[in-house]
């Protein structure tokens, strides 16, 4: 496969996952602090944080080694929940191959169900980097557009949040797919997902097949905040 092709493939709604699980320290049970956290205040701090799959590549040479940049955005007009996520080669930082916004929302049970809505950037190139700065990423609404469809919805299991999008609405013309899904599980330490695309008969035709991207977390989980 070449870098290109590679770099196509990588380009999709979500983040890319990971079918191998590394030992994980343990988040609360939201229903522990059921009248403090809400579940949207939990993804949003693990999603946030910049994290690297370069432990995976080493293991495996069909892995590349892609680095994970999430941190805060200001957009009012979106929601008090707003993050900016950048991805890019480690050895390519200053050119990232995917750019966008997740707005984090309370899902149907605020305490342990909350949506993660996917925006693409009109100007990408003007945020390349910023996750760098100690400071809130301005953004106008007006710079942004949608991609309906592709929300991950996410939900406490066991010990992490985990989610998909929903049914066969991410639309994708990637490789000659018709649509794309996203399956994502959030732990204190990593985020794992699995971003494929599909034809109209419902035949893979991009994304792993083994099991997508490991991202390691290389930050410290950020302070717990409180609220909805």
Do not use: K
Not at 38 to 46: D, E, I, K, T, Y
Not at 47 to 67: C, H, I, M, N, W
């Amino acid at each position: 496969m070449t870098i290109a092709r590679a770099l196509a493939v990588l380009v999709s709604l979500g983040l890319a996952g990971c079918s191998v699980q590394p030992p994980s320290e343990s988040l609360p049970q939201p229903s522990d602090e059921a009248t403090t956290t809400s579940a949207a205040a939990q993804v949003q701090r693990l999603l946030t944080g910049r994290f690297d799959s370069s432990a995976q590549a080493e293991r495996s040479p069909s892995y590349y080694a892609v680095q994970l940049a999430i941190c805060p955005a200001l957009a009012v007009e979106l929601g008090p929940r707003v993050l900016y996520v950048e991805q890019a080669l480690m050895d390519q930082l200053d050119q990232p191959y995917r750019q966008r916004l997740y707005v984090v929302e309370p899902g149907p049970d605020p305490q342990v169900e909350a949506v993660s809505r996917v925006f693409e950037l009109a100007a990408p190139e003007q945020f390349v980097g910023r996750c760098a700065l100690d400071e809130a990423i301005p953004v106008e609404a007006s710079e942004t557009l949608e991609r309906d469809g592709c929300t991950v919805e996410l939900a406490w299991i066991d010990d992490h949040y985990q989610g998909s999008t929903p049914g066969t609405a991410c639309e994708s013309d990637l490789h000659g797919a018709s649509y794309a899904t996203s399956e994502v599980e959030l732990y204190p330490d990593h985020i794992r997902s699995w971003d494929r695309g599909f034809d109209a008969e419902g035949e893979q035709v991009w994304g792993a097949t083994e099991g997508g991207y490991l991202f390691e977390r290389r930050t410290p989980l950020p302070a717990e905040s409180t609220g909805n």
